[in-house]
């Protein structure tokens, strides 16, 4: 009872940083459209949006996990896994591939190889 409680309370807490994360996203772009020059966007301009946005959907990802943790008690491994993938590409995006050692890029090739096959094995076998 105490767990499920907590978990409501955690569902009301993501839904305000949803909501702060959406006001965010639209600061961000306001902000990047009316610097010098005006309306014109650079590749960082578009990459720190692009952030912007991809934390909102993981925000949102997470806030649909709790959900269905409310609803059955039980983990849902594919949604989990797409959380995962949704956060990793979200890295991959912002990465700046002239600063970054091979080893880092390596690994984080492993980690969406491994969350790819992940998923692919939890969907082929719910069907």
Same mark, same amino acid.
């Given at each position: 009872?105490?767990?499920? +409680?907590?978990? &409501? ?21 306001? !902000?990047?459209?009316?610097? %010098? ?12 949006? +692009?952030?912007? +946005?991809?934390?909102?959907?993981? #925000?949102?990802?997470? +806030? ?6 409310? &609803? ?16 990793i590409a979200r890295k991959v ?16 090739? #492993?980690?969406?190889? #491994? ?10 076998? %719910? !069907?």
């Amino acid at each position: 009872m105490v767990i499920r +409680f907590c978990v &409501r309370i955690l569902a009301v807490l993501m839904t305000l940083v949803i909501i702060w994360s959406v006001v965010d996203v639209a600061w961000v772009l306001y !902000q990047r459209t009316m610097a %010098t020059p005006i309306e014109l966007l650079n590749v960082n301009d578009i990459l720190v949006a +692009f952030s912007a +946005f991809m934390v909102t959907l993981i #925000a949102i990802e997470i +806030f649909l996990n709790i959900v269905l943790y409310l &609803r059955d008690d039980v983990l849902h491994v594919k949604l989990v896994l797409a959380t995962a993938l949704m956060a990793i590409a979200r890295k991959v995006i912002v990465l700046d591939y002239k600063t970054l050692e091979p080893e880092y890029i390596w690994a984080t090739a #492993a980690v969406i190889f #491994a969350l790819s096959i992940g998923y692919w094995l939890v969907v082929r076998k %719910t !069907q």
